[in-house]
């Protein structure tokens, strides 16, 4: 049950694109379509962005996608906002019923 | 309105123990998937227990496995997490989450609950 790896921080200036990777094994994001990603705002829950490696929960807005290849997913922002600063979580399962998460990542809006 | 309402964080010395409730409303608790998941100060989200639907079956991260239980009462809508054997380790916020109709993505949050384990 080793956590899945993501950069520590990543950043970009408004209008941007940035792409957040998650990479883990082939025995949990390899494995399985059931990376979720996940945006924490200091202080506050979690708040699921993507599910399934790639679908948006109704109400998440359009800018956030998602995708994977092999053994790693990645999170793309796009039109970057001032209040996508945040840290953001990948999760995925990882068999027998248990879940891993990444160490987050820390998005800074320049 | 989907609420999930944790309560019973505190401190507690090593050694020692705890139980965390988590009230659910606004959805059909009995229907759902619930899990645990903890957040150290200042560090990563970590995925700590699963229940399913009627608590026939249950899962622990390796971390807290022979240490943790997790249970429901699906009559008061509630979750619980019986934490033993407290470590200093143990330290931290627990988020209550429903395992959701999102490919089990755990889509609604409590608020969390600081456990801080210190003699």
């Known amino acids: 049950q080793s956590a899945l790896t993501q950069p520590a921080s990543v950043s970009g200036s408004p209008g941007q694109s940035i792409t957040i990777s998650c990479t883990g094994t082939?025995?949990?994001?390899?494995?399985?379509?059931?990376v979720s990603w996940y945006q924490q705002h200091p202080g506050k829950a979690p708040k699921l962005l993507i599910y399934?490696?790639?679908q948006r929960p109704s109400g998440v807005s359009n800018r956030f996608s998602g995708s994977k290849s092999g053994n790693t997913a990645s999170l793309t922002i796009s039109g970057l906002q001032a209040e996508d600063e945040a840290d953001y979580y990948c999760?995925?399962?990882?068999?027998?019923?248990?879940?891993?998460f990444g160490g987050g990542t820390k998005l800074t809006v320049l | 309105e989907v609420q999930l309402v944790e309560s019973g964080g505190g401190l507690v010395q090593p050694g020692g123990s705890l139980r965390l409730s988590c009230a659910a409303s606004?959805?059909?608790?009995?229907?759902?998937?619930m899990h645990w998941v903890r957040q150290a100060p200042g560090k990563g989200l970590v995925w700590v227990s699963r229940?399913?639907?009627?608590?026939?079956?249950?899962s622990y991260a390796d971390s807290v496995k022979g240490r943790f239980t997790i249970s429901r009462d699906n009559a008061k809508n509630t979750l619980y997490l019986q934490m033993n054997s407290l470590r200093a380790e143990d330290t931290a916020v627990y988020y209550c989450?429903?395992?959701?109709?999102?490919?089990?993505?755990?889509?609604?949050w409590g608020q969390g609950t600081l456990v801080t384990v210190s003699s």
């Open positions: 082939s025995s949990d994001v390899g494995s399985y379509n059931l």
């Open positions: 989450a429903r395992g959701g109709n999102y490919g089990g993505a755990f889509d609604y």
């Open positions: 399934e490696v790639s």
């Open positions: 606004g959805f059909t608790f009995s229907s759902s998937w």
């Open positions: 999760c995925s399962y990882a068999g027998s019923s248990t879940w891993v």
């Open positions: 229940i399913k639907t009627d608590g026939s079956s249950t």
